[in-house]
């Protein structure tokens, strides 16, 4: 990543014309000037000149960023705020530290199997005693205030088996006969932990395509949480990690089933690594094979619907995560494989690429 002295020009290029705050998902909520991303460029480059501290205040504002990108996509003046923002986030880590909590977390989740997959494990046993069911839909609210998530609150349910212990996981082997394709299957965080079943049916759809799969060991959180917190250091160590998981795999294609991962692992694992330039080569190698799982499927498989079931008529929408739709450039993709649905109608919804507020864990910062 670049420090924040060689962003000046990138800073410098922003007139404050303010077409960002149309586009901005805090201006929307917040209001005010200094949630907008203007707002922020000016604190940035007020502190870059020295003319304010590393102040609470300027923290909080620079934190409020989901860093979806909507800002530098809309810019007349192609300004890349994102990297600024980050960059400012890295600076300030450098300076304060990381939170102890969000030290310890990421810790953990450079191994899966490590102290947070153990204390994850624990929760998914013990979440009925302090979570329960919502009544608007899917998910889980707390019963009392609890750190990071409060009272009241909608938060995803841990899965019972993780998808990473799933046994018809742990068997999968990417050898076979012929000249198939070989994929390699990145499950990250979200999958693993929250949504196993997404990583099964990818996998199930992947070997419907004509493909063989794997899933390759010693995999680690693609690093987009330390990342957005501004912990370069975290985010390095777990771009090493998969770095080497990915590599030893041999396979043809990497997929993932999240757009953040995808984004993580294509475009931040290479600047991660940019400082030796043996290991960005190299990163640059695996990144090339990357593949979001709607684009495996149509771009380099030629799935076209094969095998799907029929079914009564199903109205579905679809939402564009930032990270693949602005980060990635992937949006009919996903919505080709939903029409594929025998008896499946997509329909829109408005503003479909407006960020869904997570933000790398803003969600459970400022909710």
Known sequence: MKPLELLKHEIDKCVRCGTCRSTCPTTKVLGVETASPRGRVSLVSAFSKGEIGLSETYLKHLRECTLCGACRTNCPNYVDTVSIFAAARAEAVEKQGVPLAASLAFRGLKDSGGIV???LKIASRLQGLLFKDASAGPGLVSRFSLPLVGNGRL???LAKTFFLDLPEIKS???AGEGNRPRVAFYAGC????????????S??????????VEVPGGQACCGMPAYAMGDLASAREMALKNLEALESSGADFIATSCATCGHGLKAIMPELLSDDPALKLRAEKVASRIRDISELLLNELGFRG???ESGPKTIVTYHDPCHLGRA???REEPRELIKMGKGTVLKEMKHPCLCCGLGGGLMYTNY
């Open 117 to 119: 997959g153990i204390g």
């Open 155 to 157: 938060v995803p349910p």
């Open 172 to 174: 999968l082997s990417g």
């Open 190 to 201: 979200g999958v693993n932990y929250l949504m196993p079943w997404v990583g099964t049916k």
């Open 203 to 212: 996998i199930e759809l992947i070997k419907r395509a004509g493909a063989w």
């Open 306 to 308: 094969k095998g799907c």
């Open 328 to 330: 990635q450039g992937l």
